[in-house]
Structures are given as structure tokens and as C-alpha cells.
């Protein structure tokens, strides 16, 4: 799925609100940037907010790609709140980075999972020492994201990869054969994974 960058002259699509220059703080309250951009789905429904970080009078600044996922809640006019800290947003590879986009685009793969109750902390233990590790070392690997919703019961992981050849390979899991039957046991369903795409110049 493509997604494009709202122009300075769009209004989102109610119920969304604008997010463009608001501050943006990580999961410990500290100050990491602000929204630089918006992207958004050919529906018009947000997917992702550049967040701009670092920089000395405007100069080296990076932009940081986030999925929607990722903001815990919105601040009206001033501010939103973050999922996740610091590290892992400079972690995510930045708009524009080469290493991230070998042919111009950059890749993203988002899955969501379902978790069924009582085993929420066990998905996470799987996740973080078996699956998240094993897809790091995959070849066109540039970053990813793992983000909790405990109220919700659920869990969405985020990867970034450098072709979409390699984020379709991975995303057939051949690699991680026993860990991924081991997952599907405290689902509630199927992960719904969503692929998208954008020109990492734009």
C-alpha cells in the first residue's frame, strides 16, 4: 500500500486532528522533537508522523518515520505521547537515509497481533528473545519497532526493510518455523500485516 505525505495545504479527514508541529514526548515524558510531517493512506486515514529529532539551528536534523500505533495520545494543540523511548525512534531508520532504500522507496511492514488473555507478558518473552532478534539478522533488515498495548490486549511489531523482495521474504516467516507455531498458540487469531511503501525522498 502507498503512502504520501499530506500537503502543507491539507486538513486530515475527521475524526483525525492535525498533528503537524506539535511537540512530540517518548514513553518517559522527555521532549524527543516534533511532527514534522504526516502520511497518510490512499483512504486519506493517517499511518505515519515524521518525527524530526536533533540538529543545531536547523542543520542535521533527522526524520523519523513512526506508525500511528506507536502515539499513545494526543494533546489537543500542543503535544502527543509516544509508545515507546527515545532509543527506539533513533533506532528507526530516517527519511532520506540511503542504506534504508536502495531503490528510493522505504519499506515498512506492519503486523498486529490479538493477544489472548492471561498470556500477554509470554507473547513478549517470544518476541523479544526469539523472533524480533532472528528477523534482525535478515538480509535487508533496517529497523524495527515493538509496541504495547496492554488495555487492548495487543501487540504490534514494525519493521523496515530496504526492498520490498526482502520484506516479502520475511514476511513468509520460513525462517522461524517453530517459534512462529509456538505464537500462534496465545493468539487470538491470525496477525493482520499490512505492507507499505513511500518514496523516501518525498
Known amino acids: 500500500m502507498n503512502i504520501t505525505r499530506l500537503a502543507f495545504a491539507q486538513h486530515p ?9 506539535r511537540r512530540a514526548f517518548d514513553s518517559g515524558g522527555n521532549l524527543i ?7 497518510a493512506d490512499d483512504d486519506g486515514r493517517f499511518r505515519f508522523v515524521a518525527v524530526t529529532m536533533g540538529g543545531l539551528v536547523g542543520l ?19 503535544s502527543i505521547n509516544l509508545k515507546v523511548g527515545r532509543r527506539t525512534v533513533e533506532s528507526v531508520p530516517a527519511l532520506g537515509d540511503p542504506d534504508a532504500a536502495l531503490d528510493g522507496t522505504m519499506h515498512v511492514r506492519i503486523s498486529t497481533m490479538q493477544v489472548l488473555e492471561g498470556h500477554f507478558d509470554r507473547v513478549l518473552h517470544v518476541l523479544r528473545t526469539a523472533l524480533l532478534p532472528a528477523t534482525e539478522m535478515q538480509p535487508g533488515f533496517c529497523g524495527g519497532m515493538l509496541i504495547e498495548n496492554r488495555d487492548a490486549s495487543e501487540i504490534v511489531t514494525a519493521s523496515w526493510w530496504n526492498s520490498q523482495e526482502r520484506m516479502e521474504e520475511t514476511a513468509r516467516c520460513a525462517h522461524l518455523p517453530e517459534e512462529i507455531a509456538e505464537l500462534a498458540l496465545y493468539l487470538a487469531g ?11 525522498l518525498s
Do not use: M, W
Open 33 to 39: 522533537g516534533h511532527v514534522a510531517n504526516v502520511y
Open 60 to 78: 542535521g536534523k533527522r526524520h523519523h518515520l513512526i506508525p500511528v500505533e506507536a502515539v499513545a495520545e494526543e494533546e489537543p494543540g500542543s
Open 190 to 200: 491470525l496477525p493482520t500485516v499490512e505492507h507499505y511503501q513511500l518514496d523516501a
Open 13 to 21: 479527514r475527521p475524526p483525525q486532528r492535525e498533528l503537524r508541529q
